[in-house]
């Protein structure tokens, strides 16, 4: 195309490139035939699905799909995009969280980067600089610090990253102590920072400062030992560890006394073999990602299974690999689905005992 014929082009779709946008839990075709909920039918609904999380296709223009592919073009003549460029894309979701401002951060080791869907703003953001030219390598745990600013565990880093409010870098800690730092906790009245050190077999403990407090395990198969713990949460004073090889998640005290386990190794649904992620909800419900299995599979805090959510496939309701595991105030459980490159959102409809 002629340069005068660009120019042409790009005045005539200029009005359209300022057209607002907003975020979609629906990206263009991914929308379900019907509503899917769980339990189903005739039992009461706890849970439904309420969309899932991609990258750029969960932005459209307020005025219609016209404005969005406009925008689009204008892009590409601009030179913004490239043949050689990546879309704004999740590639392999590990974990996430939602902040204070309501914004969803999604550890993504494919893209080595935090990928951060803004909904307020209708914006798509990626953080990949772990230090100033040093970017991500496999991102995986990440914690609100508690002043503004997050913390990242980086497993091929090897070490846990500090970013401030606007995603850029602003320290570590770890280097030399941690081996493969994946999980993370935050107790946010001891201001202490739990790391599940795959490569250690245990969790390391960390003042706000970055100072190692303590080591809570070893590896072994009792009761407060591990075998590759991965993902871990901080809910109500109890710190809750996938102790993934051990086929458990364990349940420790702040100081790291063992309180009780959930989960057992087998061979039907409801069993763990490679657990993930894990959450506990507000009415005490603990949210365990089988990744084997590719379920997602609910709790009760006493352990007894009260619901099955999944199986293997790329369908609404359905999981490929899922990783990480995390809720915002209560109302939204969100789950990684790693081999799907998508973040599944579901709402939670109330108390499932």
Not at 111 to 138: H, K, M, Q
Not at 145 to 161: C, E, F, R
């Amino acid at each position: 195309m002629k340069p005068v014929a660009l120019t042409l082009l790009a005045m005539s779709l200029a009005g359209c490139a300022t057209a607002p946008t907003e975020m979609v839990l629906f990206p263009e075709g991914r929308v379900p035939e019907s509503a899917l909920v769980w339990p189903g039918p005739p039992e009461t609904a706890r849970l439904s699905y309420a969309g899932e999380l991609v990258g750029e296709d969960n932005f459209r223009s307020v005025e219609g799909a016209e404005d969005g592919a406009a925008v689009r073009v204008l892009r590409w003549i601009a030179g913004i995009t490239g043949a050689g460029d990546r879309k704004k894309q999740l590639i392999r979701p590990q974990s996430g969280m939602v902040d204070a401002r309501g914004r969803i951060l999604v550890t993504d080791a494919g893209r080595e980067a935090i990928v951060v869907f803004d909904e307020a703003e209708a914006a798509l953001t990626v953080w990949d600089e772990a230090e100033p030219g040093r970017a991500f390598l496999s991102p995986v745990g990440i914690v609100a610090d508690g002043a503004g600013g997050y913390l990242v565990a980086d497993a091929d880093i090897g070490y846990v990253v500090r970013l401030d409010g606007n995603g850029a870098p602003n320290g570590d800690f770890g280097r030399g102590v941690l081996q493969r730092p994946t999980g993370l906790g935050r107790d946010p009245i001891a201001r202490e920072i739990f790391v599940a050190d795959s490569g250690a077999h245990d969790i390391k403990v960390f003042d706000e400062q970055g100072t190692l407090l303590r080591t809570i395990g070893r590896r072994g198969v009792a009761a407060g030992e591990f075998n590759g713990p991965t993902h871990m949460s901080f809910t109500d004073g109890r710190l809750y560890v996938t102790d993934t090889l051990n086929a458990r998640v364990q349940i420790l005290s702040p100081t790291g006394e063992p309180l009780g386990a959930i989960g057992q190794r087998g061979l039907f649904v409801g069993n763990l073999v490679r657990p993930k992620g894990v959450v506990a909800d507000r009415d005490g419900h603990v949210y365990v990602i089988e990744s084997y299995y590719d379920h997602i599979l609910v709790f009760s805090d006493s352990g007894d299974l009260l619901i099955p959510i999944g199986g293997t496939g790329k369908e609404a309701g359905q999981f490929f690999l899922p990783a990480g595991a995390w809720t915002d105030d209560g109302s939204r459980l969100f789950v990684a689905d790693m081999f799907n490159g998508r973040v599944v959102v579901l709402d939670y409809l109330g108390d499932a005992t």
